[in-house]
């Protein structure tokens, strides 16, 4: 019997993976400006393949390069933060539908689980967990609706998503309801009622986009009082 071997991961690969997490995390700010020699030191490795990364991550869109000024962490105007939510919501409203459809036994145990592992979270106050989850609930909905192209679209903003779903602010109201708005759309996913599924999951997606704008508007805000002082320094 073979064993499949498996390749070890690129430097580059390494960079890519690390940076994404740092963007997405919350823990690189929105609109900050990167430094190649600086991730090279922190990640421990020389500046080739964090410069390869950073390209990687421009094709991701979590990355702006712009020529003469630097390279810069992606950030999001009031307008593209709605885009990005109208957009979430037509692809994940179509992909309940086609997983209750064909993968509702599935799908219910997982959601399930979720749901209690986010109340548990919610009880301690893990925000960090509370975020993962909900981050998890969501696709765990568009894995299950096998359909490849509602899978592939929904990748185009996921990083994004999640960068500004890191920077709510804690105690921000949507992050406290998460719990409760995902175990009543699981109800209705369980009962089958595929209309009230997708209208309950439209109105929750719809719910988060002022805390988002919000999320965008620290960084905008950020990057304006940079300009101010003449640029990063």
């Known amino acids: 019997m073979h064993r499949l071997l498996v390749r070890p991961k690129s430097l580059t690969d390494l960079a890519h993976d690390r ?22 030191t922190q990640l421990g490795i020389s500046k080739t393949p964090v410069r390869e990364a950073l390209l990687r ?24 933060v709605e885009e990005i939510c109208a957009f979430r919501e037509v692809i994940e409203v179509s992909a309940v539908k086609l997983a209750m459809e064909a993968r509702a036994p599935r799908l219910v145990p997982t959601l399930q689980a979720n ?19 909900d981050e998890a609930f969501h696709e765990a909905i568009v894995d299950h609706c096998d359909n490849a192209y509602l899978r592939q679209a929904h990748q185009l903003i996921a990083s ?42 439209a109105l929750h997606i719809r719910d988060t986009l002022a805390s988002y704008r919000a999320a965008s508007n620290v960084a905008e805000t950020a990057e304006a009082g940079l300009a101010s002082r003449g640029g990063p320094r």
Request: glycine residues 8%; charged residues 25%; contains cysteine.
């Open 19 to 40: 940076i994404r997490q740092l963007i997405v995390g919350g823990e690189l700010a929105m609109g900050a400006q990167l430094s190649e020699a600086t991730l090279a």
């Open 57 to 80: 991550l421009r094709v991701d869109g979590l990355i702006e390069i712009q020529p003469q000024r630097g390279t810069f962490v992606f950030s999001l105007t009031p307008r593209q």
């Open 115 to 133: 749901v209690r592992e986010m109340a548990l979270a919610r009880k301690t106050r893990n925000w960090k967990a509370i975020r993962q989850l």
């Open 160 to 201: 994004k998503i999640g960068a500004l779903r890191a920077r709510l602010p804690v105690q921000d109201e949507q992050v406290d309801h998460c719990q409760q708005n995902h175990a009543a759309i699981l109800g209705l996913l369980r009962d089958g009622r595929v209309a009230a599924t997708q209208r309950a999951l």
